[in-house]
């Protein structure tokens, strides 16, 4: 009965490969984002999408492409892996008209 | 350029007395307020929130306070336990079009037993 649910929590690879996180969400809700925390610990928005539609996207790289199949679903496919994109990546959702996000567990990326 | 500010990386307090959290920020758009907890290898919970119209919110051992003025938040947790050990991130959203959280950079509190 997880509310936010990424997959998955681990994800280790090498430089140059190209890797996907989904998030999935049970609350319909109808607006979800995509945060990176780094090393520092500093969250930063990247990505938002109201209703599949792309709504935020934070001067991120183009290495880095958002989709949303549905409301419930924001995944986050990574071309050409960097060693600056290890961190740990969070899904939110909230519902339009309110400020509260709630976040999924994260996943931790670690590029080698 | 951070416009949320949590100066105090860490912050240690004895079981049952108060836990004060403090939060600045700079942008005066800023109009909604939110604390979030997080445990290790967890994602933020939501904890509390205050809007830019009221000075005080209150939700049981948890108080927010908004100086709006000071641009200054502060988390008041009363007594303090050992679950409340965790890391405490502000975050504040405008009336940009796209709710967007900006965070600041957490504070790290130890309840000690």
């Known amino acids: 009965d997880t509310a936010v649910s990424q997959t998955p929590k681990y994800l280790v690879t090498q430089m140059g490969n190209d890797k996907s996180i989904k998030c999935e969400q049970n609350?319909?809700?109808?607006?979800m984002y995509w945060y990176k925390q780094d090393s520092k610990k500093f969250l930063k928005i990247m990505f938002s999408?109201?209703?599949?539609?792309?709504?935020i996207n934070e001067t991120v790289p183009n290495r880095f492409s958002p989709k949303s199949p549905d409301k419930a679903h924001l995944n986050l496919h990574i071309n050409s892996l960097e060693l600056g994109d290890s961190a740990v990546y969070f899904c939110?959702?909230?519902?339009?008209?309110?400020?509260?996000?709630?976040f999924g567990p994260g996943t931790r990326l670690t590029v080698l | 350029d951070q416009q949320v500010k949590q100066n105090s990386p860490s912050l240690s307090v004895q079981e049952g007395r108060i836990s004060i959290l403090n939060c600045d920020y700079t942008?005066?758009?800023?109009?909604?307020f939110l604390w979030y907890k997080k445990y290790p290898a967890e994602g933020p919970t939501f904890l509390i929130s205050?809007?830019?119209?009221?000075d005080k919110n209150e939700d049981g051992r948890f108080t927010v306070f908004l100086n709006k003025s000071a641009k200054h938040l502060s988390l008041h947790i009363v007594p303090s336990q050992p679950g409340d050990s965790a890391v405490y991130f502000c975050?504040?959203?405008?009336?940009?079009?796209?709710?967007?959280?900006?965070f600041g950079t957490g504070t790290r509190l130890t309840i000690i037993p």
């Open positions: 939110a959702s909230r519902t339009s008209g309110t400020d509260t996000q709630y």
């Open positions: 609350l319909g809700h109808d607006t």
């Open positions: 999408y109201n209703n599949k539609e792309l709504i």
């Open positions: 942008n005066s758009m800023f109009d909604y």
């Open positions: 205050i809007s830019s119209i009221k």
């Open positions: 975050a504040a959203s405008g009336n940009f079009g796209n709710e967007k959280l900006t």
